[in-house]
């Protein structure tokens, strides 16, 4: 089941499953409707490296990440091996978007359903003698094509996502595609125009606190003419704009007291200075910037190459050209004291664009059940039985 191979980062094995390589899936839109011709999901070549120390790094944190890549409909599972390796497992699901997990449940948006899995193993069980996480698709409620970006859960549990395509925050609905529970007060009524491009979600205390979006447009697609500069975070309460002036901004997150942003056309992860109204740049990364995840005072951030035509003619052009620097496809893992990068994950080959990460913490080495595998067949839990409670003494 597994192949290994040689990269920069040492010897990286490669959970290659019979789902890449015998599934006959449809194609996803590799880049959105304008873009190349659709990408056979089952034939693409992505080679993977990684920084020398991140197995170690893993392991002793012991923490995995989650990676959506819509692009290639890929979900990366990246943990650490009993050998002392990375260990990278992978799953096909159209249009990967926003995901988000934990121990026990990971949540998927994808291209018309939002998935839900469950780890069926136990504490101290292991799979296949090495994944101490087994995670299940459980639930897959359709939605329709709503351009699903980022999502929250709840401190009751419910999913909390972002719907692109009508300018909104949703929750599932038991008849519906969703029902809506919040939009921008410049949104004038809901509509699939995709108008400001929401697209990030910052959960605080259990609740919906604060989205991003590239723009104020309230008119059909009239975000794409206010990528440079037209970028805002609004606090979802009470309808401030807390933060503007952004390029593209995308994946808030609080964690340490501060609400962290990423930047994406500029390349800059940084927080909001509620004071001001204003970014503060942290650290700068070679790609256009999508998923954060933040554990500790440490941040995983995602990189994609910028694409063409959407994202050219960004701040982040120029960055890169005054680093003599080329775009990554990947992830860093930065400290935020300093800004430094720690440790990383780079994908070449028939992927470009990253969408949104997730550690797992309290999880070593995870797979996950893929709906072309006799796995999905064969692998049956169940509850235990309820035990028969004796009588009460008279």
Same mark, same amino acid.
């Given at each position: 089941?597994?192949?290994?191979?040689?990269?920069?980062?040492?010897?990286?094995?490669?959970?290659?499953?019979?789902?890449?390589?015998?599934?006959?899936?449809?194609?996803?839109?590799?880049?959105?409707?304008?873009?190349?011709?659709?990408?056979?999901?089952?034939?693409?070549?992505?080679?993977?490296?990684?920084?020398?120390?991140?197995?170690?790094?893993?392991?002793?944190?012991?923490?995995?990440?989650?990676?959506?890549?819509?692009?290639?409909? !890929?979900? *990366? %599972?990246? &943990?650490?091996?009993?050998?002392? @390796?990375?260990?990278?497992?992978? /799953?096909?699901? +159209?249009?990967?978007?926003?995901?988000?997990?934990?121990?026990? !449940?990971? *949540? %998927?948006? &994808?291209?018309?359903?939002?998935? @839900?899995?469950?780890?069926?193993? /136990?504490?101290? +069980?292991?799979?296949?003698?090495?994944?101490?996480?087994?995670?299940?698709?459980?639930?897959?409620?359709?939605?329709?094509?709503?351009?699903?970006?980022?999502?929250?859960?709840?401190?009751?549990?419910?999913?909390?996502?972002?719907?692109?395509?009508?300018?909104?925050?949703?929750?599932?609905?038991?008849?519906?595609?969703?029902?809506?529970?919040?939009?921008?007060?410049?949104?004038?009524?809901?509509?699939?125009?995709?108008?400001?491009?929401?697209?990030?979600?910052?959960?605080?205390?259990?609740?919906?606190?604060?989205?991003?979006?590239?723009?104020?447009?309230?008119?059909?697609?009239?975000?794409?003419?206010?990528?440079?500069?037209?970028?805002?975070?609004?606090?979802?309460?009470?309808?401030?704009?807390?933060?503007?002036?952004?390029?593209?901004?995308?994946?808030?997150?609080?964690?340490?007291?501060?609400?962290?942003?990423?930047?994406?056309?500029?390349?800059?992860?940084?927080?909001?200075?509620?004071?001001?109204?204003?970014?503060?740049?942290?650290?700068?990364?070679?790609?256009?910037?999508?998923?954060?995840?933040?554990?500790?005072?440490?941040?995983?951030?995602?990189?994609?190459?910028?694409?063409?035509?959407?994202?050219?003619?960004?701040?982040?052009?120029?960055?890169?050209?005054?680093?003599?620097?080329?775009?990554?496809?990947?992830?860093?893992?930065?400290?935020?004291?300093?800004?430094?990068?720690?440790?990383?994950?780079?994908?070449?080959?028939?992927?470009?664009?990253?969408?949104?990460?997730?550690?797992?913490?309290?999880?070593?080495?995870?797979?996950?059940?893929?709906?072309?595998?006799?796995?999905?067949?064969?692998?049956?839990?169940?509850?235990?039985?309820?035990?028969?409670?004796?009588?009460?003494?008279?």
């Amino acid at each position: 089941m597994a192949s290994s191979k040689k990269t920069p980062g040492g010897q990286v094995p490669v959970e290659q499953s019979a789902e890449v390589a015998q599934a006959q899936a449809p194609a996803a839109e590799a880049a959105g409707k304008a873009d190349k011709a659709p990408l056979d999901l089952t034939k693409l070549k992505v080679e993977k490296s990684c920084s020398r120390g991140l197995a170690t790094w893993l392991a002793s944190n012991r923490v995995s990440l989650a990676i959506s890549s819509y692009q290639t409909g !890929r979900v *990366y %599972l990246v &943990g650490s091996d009993p050998q002392g @390796r990375v260990s990278f497992f992978e /799953r096909i699901f +159209e249009r990967a978007m926003g995901i988000v997990g934990n121990a026990q !449940r990971i *949540y %998927l948006g &994808g291209l018309y359903q939002l998935w @839900r899995f469950e780890n069926v193993l /136990r504490q101290n +069980e292991t799979i296949h003698g090495k994944f101490d996480k087994c995670y299940v698709p459980r639930n897959a409620q359709t939605i329709g094509d709503l351009d699903i970006h980022e999502l929250g859960i709840r401190s009751d549990g419910r999913v909390v996502f972002v719907n692109t395509k009508y300018s909104c925050l949703a929750e599932l609905s038991t008849t519906h595609s969703f029902k809506p529970i919040w939009k921008p007060a410049f949104i004038s009524k809901l509509a699939p125009e995709d108008r400001c491009h929401l697209n990030g979600l910052a959960m605080v205390d259990g609740k919906p606190k604060y989205v991003t979006a590239v723009c104020k447009s309230d008119a059909v697609d009239g975000w794409r003419d206010r990528r440079m500069n037209g970028g805002v975070v609004i606090d979802v309460e009470t309808d401030e704009i807390v933060c503007e002036g952004l390029s593209m901004p995308h994946s808030p997150r609080w964690a340490n007291g501060k609400l962290w942003v990423l930047n994406a056309g500029t390349g800059h992860l940084g927080y909001v200075d509620f004071a001001t109204k204003s970014f503060v740049p942290t650290a700068w990364f070679p790609g256009f910037l999508r998923g954060l995840s933040i554990v500790g005072n440490v941040a995983a951030v995602g990189l994609s190459k910028p694409r063409n035509q959407r994202f050219e003619g960004l701040q982040l052009d120029e960055e890169l050209k005054k680093r003599d620097a080329e775009p990554w496809c990947g992830v860093q893992i930065v400290n935020l004291s300093n800004g430094d990068v720690v440790n990383w994950i780079r994908f070449e080959g028939d992927i470009s664009e990253i969408f949104d990460i997730s550690f797992l913490p309290n999880v070593v080495n995870p797979m996950m059940i893929g709906l072309r595998t006799a796995e999905i067949r064969e692998l049956i839990t169940f509850e235990p039985e309820a035990q028969a409670q004796p009588e009460a003494m008279a």
